[in-house]
């Protein structure tokens, strides 16, 4: 990994000029930039009044440094001079998956083949993360907006600010400071602070769901009696009525089997207990048709009603609210 100068990153970003910003996210501010030998970078500055710090600064310094994948955003550097943390990432063109797939105007350049490629993709990534790395990682803050997109829509998994890795054998941790994006946060993290591969798992299944539909779960607007995307995806599913959750933009370029085993296992990936949820490994061979697919329990999908007794309770957490309307090179 490369040490930056200051003045290289003032350099290569035009003094951090507002032509050159990208979007702005927890952490800062997101600029390109090019460095002097003519490569396109995406700089991430850490903001005075960001959410995050220096812990999740030097997480993400020390976790992604180690980590290489071809579905995991690539850490070229970083700069740390007095006050200025900046890290420096390889650029990638496209932005993140919401730019594409909550806009009205661009979702329809997501065809379905490129929707599933990129779930398949996600999927391998997260699999890295969890069994095929030096490290097992947790990545807790998967969402769209944390997926950027190279210029053939490639997808790579970004922001390991809230990554936390885990040793040896252990399976599961507890913590009291809750951290993540509400609507893709799992009941047992949520609700108790443990976090494990299936926390992952749960906001994979929320992904895929708002990948096929187009829509997004953490503001749902169905007219009908269900309270959210999942709870409308599982109706549909029990009614046989499954195809109907595919965005209308694609529908009639769609591989119908691909669209249901896709609802039937994000369905799967949100089951109310950790323990009813398939791991990684599952997941990717059921993407590819080397498994055959599990049957979901059904949900209870109580997890807001839940969330808002918890929090009138005092439990201490600290949320991302994912109101996802700028165009980011970074997630948050």
Known sequence: MQIFDFDDIVGATNNFSVTNKLG????????????????????????????QGMEEF?????????????????????????????LVYEYLPNKSLDTFLFDWKRKAELSWDKRFR???????????????????VIHRDLKVSNILLDEKLNPKISDFGLA????????????????????????????????SEKSDVYSFGVLVLEIVSGKKNTSWSY??????????????WLEGRDFDLLDETIADSSSPSEVMKCIQIGL????????????????????TGEMKL????????????????????????????????????EGR
């Open 24 to 51: 702005q996210g927890a952490f800062g501010p997101v600029y390109k930039g090019k460095l002097t030998d003519g490569k396109e970078v995406a700089v991430k500055r850490l903001s005075s009044s960001s959410s």
């Open 58 to 86: 030097e997480n993400e310094i020390s976790l992604i440094s180690k980590l290489q994948h071809r579905n995991l955003i690539r850490l070229i550097g970083c700069c740390v001079e007095q006050e200025e943390k900046i």
């Open 118 to 136: 990129i779930t398949q993709e996600v999927a391998r990534g997260l699999l890295y993360l969890h069994r095929d790395s030096c490290l097992r």
């Open 164 to 195: 936390r890795m885990f040793q040896g054998t252990q399976d599961l941790a507890n913590t009291h400071r809750v951290v993540g994006t509400l609507g893709y946060i799992s009941p047992e993290y949520a609700m108790g602070g443990i976090f």
């Open 223 to 236: 007219d009908g009696e269900d309270p959210n995307l999942l709870s409308y995806a599982w109706q549909l």
């Open 268 to 287: 799967l990936c949100v089951q109310d207990h950790a323990v009813d949820r398939p791991n990684m490994s599952t997941i990717a061979l059921m993407l």
């Open 294 to 329: 599990l049957q979901p329990k059904e949900p209870t999908f109580t997890f807001q009603k839940l969330f808002d007794h918890k929090i009138q309770s005092g439990y201490k957490s600290s949320w991302s609210k994912n109101i996802i309307t700028n165009s980011f090179v």
